[in-house]
């Protein structure tokens, strides 16, 4: 159990295109997900908090009208880069969780490699 | 503020050698949880264990155990008799109920096992 799925695993834009990640718990419901980037040889940086019907919570320094997140459903969030640049090429993760405690454990999603041109 | 430090950024091992990854955490909160991921090439990350800060028992799984440690604030890993298939990135992290269900993550080890 506990599987997270990321639509795509790796896109190419031009740049100033907006780009759909998708992110879904296939097997049970997420209250919580969350967004992640990491750049190569790094660890992974918190974009945002996202909770099911509700507006998501960014890290500072995330633009919020650049990475614009929807949690519509239980199972479904989604990230759209907006008018990306090629600084924003990077890999993206999403994690989901049961509930809101400390204690959940947070289930990973394989990643989307997003290269902008 | 939450912390949590692999001092260990590369480890390089021969096959079938023990492998310990070191992971050190600081946080004010009495309730916390430790975890431990791993990253394949693939880049998907991979649970590996969870453990609450009550429960101080290491944990045996396989050729994997854990060492909780709250005196020294450490939670290592070790990988006994390693396989190539070993090879990955291994992140620590930590929760504590004052931030909710964030997760902070040390910096990673980047561990190859060479035949």
């Known amino acids: 159990g506990a599987v997270v799925s990321q639509h795509p695993s790796w896109v190419i834009c031009k740049s100033g295109t907006s780009v759909k990640i998708e992110c879904r718990s296939l097997?049970?419901?997420?209250?919580?997900m969350f967004w992640y980037r990491q750049f190569p040889k790094q660890s992974l940086m918190l974009m945002a908090t996202?909770?099911?019907?509700?507006?998501?919570?960014?890290e500072q320094g995330v633009e919020k009208d650049k990475f614009l997140i929807n949690h519509a459903s239980l199972t479904l969030s989604t990230l759209t880069v907006t008018s990306a640049h090629p600084e924003d090429s990077s890999f993206y993760i999403c994690?989901?969780?049961?509930?809101?405690?400390?204690?959940?454990?947070?289930?990973f999603g394989p990643g989307t490699r997003l290269t902008v041109l | 503020a939450q912390k949590v430090t692999q001092a260990q950024t590369e480890i390089s091992v021969v096959e079938k050698e023990d492998v310990t990854l070191d992971c050190v955490y600081e946080?004010?909160?009495?309730?916390?949880?430790l975890f431990w991921y791993k990253q394949p090439p693939s880049g998907e990350l991979v649970f590996l264990i969870r453990?609450?800060?009550?429960?101080?028992q290491n944990e045996i799984s396989g050729r994997y155990s854990w060492n909780f440690q709250k005196s020294t604030s450490s939670f290592n890993f070790t990988i006994t008799a390693s396989q190539v298939v070993d090879s990955a990135v291994y992140f620590c992290?930590?929760?504590?109920?004052?931030?909710?269900?964030?997760?902070?993550f040390g910096g990673g080890t980047r561990l190859m096992v060479k035949p």
């Open positions: 994690s989901a969780t049961h509930g809101r405690v400390s204690a959940d454990t947070q289930y």
């Open positions: 097997d049970f419901q997420a209250t919580t």
């Open positions: 996202s909770n099911e019907g509700s507006k998501a919570t960014y």
């Open positions: 946080t004010r909160d009495t309730t916390y949880y």
């Open positions: 453990r609450n800060s009550f429960d101080e």
């Open positions: 992290a930590l929760s504590s109920n004052n931030a909710g269900n964030m997760l902070t």
